[in-house]
């Protein structure tokens, strides 16, 4: 039998990159859509990526947008994928109120081109795809915790907005067409390949870079907000398994435990040492317009129907991804070392 083929867009993100680990190692081809820039950033994927022209590369990057409809059918109709998972997004919360619209078109309606993209390629080709759409937690905005399938949206961002257009476009294909489509809606994940942008990821960056005299200062926003953290490499087990399921549905998938991001900064600063109050100081530009207060996911679905359940714990995660920005805080400080000599 030929292998599976799974096209992923977002494969150069944190997820993408965890779950094209995966999918090879269940001898998956991966096509992974990547935008056309001056530069291709594929710095998680350097690990895993072969030169396609190579016997037995099972790691293919193609160009494609979410802005551009005509790119994706092309892409579908030349790779023909047994399953696509869309992880492609504007996905920074606070930068989607800067470019609101930017985040709209992408985030929503990139999904509305994409799914079209896969019906016509259904109709005219007859291969049947299976759909999996990366839903968010932070739909759920200000609904009370905690957050479970049936709790009723309630975005508090321009990207949040777009990504219950997402969800909905998912389930209307489901429900119009008869189409394979699942929505995950993730609540936080992160892993040391998360975005530097990201508050857990800008908490241990900084943090390990004050630890060794690189930096002063932290600046932050709120640090009452709660979050259901995970790691990444758990999550993407879970996209791969609604695909396998005899049955489309729509999943929470978290870990139903809710830390704050202070909780998060007195774990990472404690674990080096160090007293974040020192060091951490609140700037108003990181304050969202309209604030998420409590996520916190009911998991009981997802433990139920797939068996899934993370492995990876809250203490596990901060250790994880300091010990990570910790070496690399020890190259940054050694290569000025070297460049003083």
Same mark, same amino acid.
């Given at each position: 039998?030929?292998?599976?083929?799974?096209?992923?867009?977002?494969?150069? !993100?944190?997820? !993408?990159?965890?779950?094209?680990?995966?999918?090879?190692?269940?001898?998956?081809?991966?096509?992974?859509?990547?935008?056309?820039?001056?530069?291709?950033?594929? *710095?998680? =994927?350097?690990?895993?990526?072969?030169?396609?022209?190579? &016997? *037995?590369?099972?790691?293919?990057?193609?160009?494609?947008?979410?802005? #551009?409809?005509?790119?994706?059918?092309?892409?579908?109709?030349?790779?023909?994928?047994?399953?696509?998972?869309?992880?492609?997004?504007?996905?920074?919360?606070?930068?989607?109120?800067?470019?609101?619209?930017?985040?709209?078109?992408?985030?929503? @309606?990139?999904?509305?081109?994409?799914?079209?993209?896969?019906?016509?390629? @259904?109709?005219? !080709?007859?291969?049947?795809?299976?759909?999996?759409?990366?839903?968010?937690?932070?739909?759920?905005?200000?609904? &009370?915790?905690?957050?479970?399938?049936?709790? &009723?949206? %309630?975005?508090?961002?321009?990207?949040?907005?777009?990504?219950?257009?997402?969800?909905?476009?998912?389930?209307?294909?489901?429900?119009?067409?008869?189409?394979?489509?699942?929505? !995950?809606?993730?609540?936080?994940?992160?892993?040391?390949?998360?975005?530097?942008?990201?508050?857990?990821?800008?908490?241990?960056?900084?943090?390990?870079?004050?630890?060794?005299?690189?930096?002063?200062?932290?600046?932050?926003?709120?640090? *009452?907000?709660?979050? #259901?953290?995970?790691?990444?490499? #758990?999550?993407?087990?879970?996209?791969?398994?609604?695909?396998?399921?005899?049955?489309?549905?729509?999943? $929470?998938?978290?870990?139903?435990?809710?830390?704050?991001?202070?909780?998060?900064?007195?774990?990472?600063?404690?674990? =080096? #040492?160090?007293?974040?109050?020192?060091?951490?100081?609140?700037?108003?530009?990181?304050?969202?317009?309209?604030? $998420? *207060? %409590?996520? =916190?996911?009911?998991?009981?679905?997802?433990?139920?129907?797939?068996?899934?359940?993370?492995?990876?714990?809250?203490?596990?995660?901060?250790?994880?991804?300091?010990?990570?920005?910790?070496?690399?805080?020890?190259?940054?400080? %050694?290569?000025?070392?070297?460049?003083?000599?």
């Amino acid at each position: 039998m030929s292998a599976k083929k799974a096209l992923v867009t977002g494969i150069t !993100g944190q997820d !993408g990159s965890y779950l094209a680990e995966l999918l090879l190692s269940k001898g998956y081809e991966v096509y992974g859509v990547v935008r056309r820039s001056s530069s291709t950033q594929k *710095d998680r =994927l350097e690990h895993i990526y072969r030169d396609p022209h190579l &016997p *037995d590369t099972r790691l293919f990057l193609e160009y494609g947008d979410l802005a #551009d409809g005509s790119s994706l059918r092309h892409l579908l109709s030349r790779i023909q994928p047994d399953e696509i998972y869309n992880l492609a997004a504007q996905s920074h919360v606070r930068i989607s109120f800067d470019q609101a619209e930017y985040t709209a078109d992408v985030t929503g @309606m990139g999904v509305l081109r994409l799914l079209e993209a896969m019906r016509d390629q @259904m109709q005219t !080709g007859g291969k049947k795809i299976r759909f999996y759409q990366a839903s968010s937690s932070e739909m759920f905005g200000s609904a &009370p915790a905690p957050q479970g399938e049936s709790t &009723p949206f %309630h975005p508090r961002s321009p990207y949040a907005v777009a990504k219950v257009a997402a969800f909905w476009h998912t389930v209307n294909y489901r429900e119009s067409y008869g189409f394979h489509c699942s929505n !995950g809606i993730l609540f936080n994940h992160e892993s040391e390949r998360r975005g530097e942008n990201f508050v857990t990821r800008k908490i241990t960056r900084a943090a390990t870079r004050i630890k060794l005299g690189l930096q002063d200062k932290l600046y932050l926003g709120n640090l *009452d907000a709660k979050r #259901d953290w995970g790691h990444a490499r #758990d999550y993407v087990e879970a996209m791969w398994m609604m695909l396998q399921q005899d049955e489309p549905d729509d999943y $929470v998938v978290a870990t139903g435990h809710a830390y704050s991001v202070q909780d998060f900064l007195v774990a990472t600063f404690e674990s =080096l #040492d160090l007293d974040w109050n020192d060091f951490v100081e609140i700037d108003s530009y990181y304050h969202r317009p309209a604030e $998420v *207060d %409590h996520l =916190l996911g009911d998991t009981s679905k997802i433990e139920e129907k797939l068996g899934w359940k993370p492995k990876v714990g809250f203490q596990e995660l901060v250790r994880l991804m300091t010990e990570h920005d910790l070496e690399l805080a020890k190259r940054e400080a %050694h290569a000025l070392e070297f460049d003083k000599k």
